[in-house]
């Protein structure tokens, strides 16, 4: 019960401070998930990070579900996905009444274009994470350029092309997928 009470508290603590989306959501999650509590590693942050883009609906929940699950099973999954949901409910509400009361306002308009390059920063951040993972199996600079792993470099760089390309989501993933899944089988090297 204290283990599903925590999952709340932690959701409802990221779903409180998570301005931006589910994206500037992972750096919170991360910091509660990893550094505070230990539910996760950060390998196993990030590959619940990619399930929860390949998932419908919103990352941020997703992610929650998955680490509620993760740690508790189905009562862990709904402990932090109510949690992650839970203020932004009362949070959107309260906003949305002064947004369409006060919005053309000069202050509120200054307070969101101050959020703006906030929220970049924090996708940024959880980004570059992301890629030291990718790359070089670290979570940390520094890296040894002699180790990048070349495969990734080589998927990373032509699903950005792809991306610029418009190509949907769906496709992007599943071909990513299955490019590494084909390397790893003909090469027999280990991802």
Not at 61 to 79: E, Q, R, W
Not at 113 to 123: D, E, M, T
């Amino acid at each position: 019960m204290e283990v599903l009470l925590q999952l709340f508290i932690s959701f409802a603590t990221v779903g409180l401070f998570c301005v931006g989306g589910g994206y500037a959501s992972m750096p919170l999650i991360q910091a509660e998930v990893i550094d505070k509590h230990g539910w996760l590693t950060m390998n196993e942050f990030v590959d619940i990070f990619t399930l929860s883009q390949m998932t419908p609906g919103p990352i941020g929940i997703n992610a929650a579900t998955f680490v509620g699950s993760k740690v508790a099973g189905i009562p862990g999954s709904l402990a932090a996905t109510c949690g992650f949901v839970f203020p932004s409910v009362f949070i959107v509400l309260f906003l949305g009444y002064l947004y369409y009361k006060y919005g053309d306002v000069a202050s509120i308009r200054g307070i969101l274009n101050g959020l703006r390059p906030a929220v970049v920063a924090l996708i940024g951040s959880a980004g570059v994470n992301f890629i030291l993972l990718a790359f070089w199996d670290k979570e940390k600079l520094p890296v040894n350029l002699a180790q990048t792993d070349l495969i990734a470099v080589l998927i990373f760089t032509l699903a950005l092309l792809a991306q610029k390309k418009k190509v949907g989501t769906i496709t992007l993933l599943a071909s990513s997928g299955v490019a590494g899944l084909l390397f790893y089988l003909f090469t027999g090297m280990q991802p």
